[in-house]
């Protein structure tokens, strides 16, 4: 079975610190795809980035930043110099890398507060 | 990536109503998803919708309850039958091809009272 944990229900940090959403991941598969995506209070869910498993470079977007871990199962996600645009609940999905199973599951979410 | 409307953006129901929630994409797709999160909790897959084929349904979830259409590559609509007030949360639909990153819609949000 597929399962992901995001362990830190809650992140409340000052504009401008960096802070890490972290995400560990259990699979018996091989191949998988990795997800970060982004709810802000409007409710819509926003796509961040996604992971192949055989791919574990780094990757770095302007402010964000993941790192992909496949020896500890984790893909943390770096926030650099937070702002209050950033205040959202952050979702960390996984999915099999195999045609039919298309089904995205979901950690619980980190809601990110970022105060002014 | 694709645009997503959903319809309608929220609602209040009263218990024992049916609501039908629309999903309109802005190009061809082959996969249509139903998604339900609860309040404050995470998103659970209902059903898988491919054109041309019965909606598939994940473990807990049933035809009954939660029929679903998908009359062509563009459209697909979900009811939520005889709700309660259990049925309050936030529907969203999500499009993607075979290997391809899921795009959401901006959801429904359900009040049953």
């Known amino acids: 079975a597929q399962k992901v944990t995001q362990a830190q229900t809650e992140i409340s940090v000052v504009e401008k610190e960096d802070v890490t959403l972290d995400c560990v991941y259990e699979t018996r598969d091989t191949t998988y795809y990795l997800f970060w995506y982004k709810q802000p209070p409007s409710g819509e869910l926003v796509f961040l980035i996604r992971?192949?498993?055989?791919?574990?470079q780094n990757e770095i977007s302007g402010r964000y930043s993941w790192n992909f871990q496949k020896s500890t199962s984790s893909f943390n996600f770096t926030i650099t110099a937070s702002q209050v645009v950033d205040s959202a609940v952050y979702f960390c999905?996984?999915?099999?890398?195999?045609?039919?199973?298309?089904?995205?599951?979901f950690g619980k979410g980190t809601k990110l507060t970022v105060n002014p | 990536s694709a645009v997503i409307s959903q319809k309608p953006s929220r609602d209040i129901c009263q218990r024992g109503t049916s609501l039908t929630i629309q999903c309109q994409v802005d190009?061809?797709?082959?996969?249509m998803f139903w998604y339900r999160q609860q309040p404050g909790q995470s998103l659970t897959l209902i059903a898988t919708a491919n054109q041309g084929s019965e909606a598939t349904y994940e473990s807990g979830f049933v035809i009954d309850k939660f029929p679903i259409s998908r009359p062509n590559l563009t459209f697909s609509t979900l009811t939520v039958s005889n709700m309660s007030p259990e049925d309050s949360s936030i529907y969203l639909c999500?499009?993607?091809?075979?290997?391809?990153?899921?795009?959401f819609g901006p959801g429904t949000r359900l009040l049953v009272l």
């Open positions: 999905a996984l999915r099999k890398r195999r045609r039919g199973s298309e089904k995205l599951v």
């Open positions: 992971r192949n498993s055989f791919d574990e």
């Open positions: 999500s499009v993607g091809r075979v290997e391809e990153t899921q795009y």
């Open positions: 190009s061809q797709v082959t996969m």
